[in-house]
């Protein structure tokens, strides 16, 4: 039987490794992104060479090897592997096309080492930046993560205004770890009551973001256009309709989508979503098949 002494020494080391982790995670993701800015060819190239030595050296000194501990498991714990993901997802929409799709084969060779569950439930549903999350889910439908976290998040907020002081920042972006976590007080006026929120991390932006904009999830989604960051909503929508047109071949699987996708989005947005679609500069499923 496990004494409280030794259950209190156990969680105490778990929460040390998740934080050295974390700590080693950013460290690998800022060379990264400072990389991928200054050689974006280099940078692509540094991925999966950054994505291991950050994770090899986070059992140093441990008596349980990487390769063991990931046989165990299923795969590492999510600090390192967000870190490098989203390090990417942050460089992502300043890349062109070829550019894109080269650290696209990048992450895809990361996450074909993986079951697909693991993949949707330990990688992709911590990638923040959604001209990314949406490329991955084109390039390998397999590893799109869902829209748990959203449904979750709607389930426990049910007045926008609650939900926008926990979420959501000055600048219409969302929280993620290390803001101020102590309580905030705000006036829902609709009630006219005192409610109490606190602000909570969001693992995947471009998750939520669809979420709160899918009207068969909740109905603020014009309450949330009107406060979020006009450049992030942007890439949003850019992020839905690429998916939702990626693989429409015919005049009639994009006269569905157009309906679908008026029937799911605030109207709002409805004049945005062709000329998104006309764009050039998609990716597509084809160019990553032969990727093995």
């Not at 950013?26 to 060819?41: G, T, W």
């Not at 940078?43 to 986070?58: H, M, N, Q, T, V």
Request: proline share 4%.
């Amino acid at each position: 039987m496990t004494s409280n002494s030794d259950t209190d020494r156990i969680m105490f080391g778990l929460k040390t490794d998740a934080t050295n982790e974390q700590i080693l995670g950013n460290i690998y993701a800022d060379k990264l992104v400072e990389l991928l800015r200054k050689n974006p060819a280099e940078g692509i190239r540094k991925i999966r060479p950054f994505y291991g030595e950050a994770l090899d050296k986070s059992y140093e000194g441990k008596e349980i090897s990487r390769g063991y501990a990931e046989a165990l498991t299923g795969g590492p714990f999510e600090a390192i592997p967000w870190a490098v993901y989203n390090a990417v997802g942050l460089v992502y929409p300043e890349l062109n096309r070829e550019m894109k799709d080269l650290a696209l084969i990048e992450l895809l060779k990361i996450f074909d080492r993986y079951r697909y569950d693991i993949v949707q439930l330990s990688h992709t549903a911590g990638i923040r930046e959604p001209l990314l999350l949406s490329d991955i889910s084109i390039a390998e439908p397999f590893y799109w993560p869902g829209l748990d976290e959203g449904k979750e998040i709607l389930k426990e907020y049910h007045d926008f205004p609650i939900l926008k002081t926990a979420l959501i920042d000055d600048n219409g972006l969302f929280f993620h770890s290390g803001v101020n976590w102590d309580f905030k007080e705000i006036v829902d006026e609709g009630r006219d009551t005192l409610k109490i929120a606190r602000h909570r991390a969001v693992n995947s932006d471009f998750v939520v973001a669809y979420s709160l904009l899918r009207s068969d999830f909740c109905d603020y989604g014009e309450d949330y256009i009107g406060i979020a960051n006009s450049a992030f909503l942007d890439r949003t929508l850019r992020g839905i309709v690429a998916m939702r047109f990626s693989e429409a071949e015919t005049e009639d699987d994009i006269k569905k989508g157009k309906e679908r996708l008026h029937q799911l989005l605030p109207k709002s947005l409805h004049e945005r979503i062709e000329p998104m679609r006309l764009e050039d500069g998609w990716t597509s499923r084809k160019k990553f098949e032969h990727r093995f």
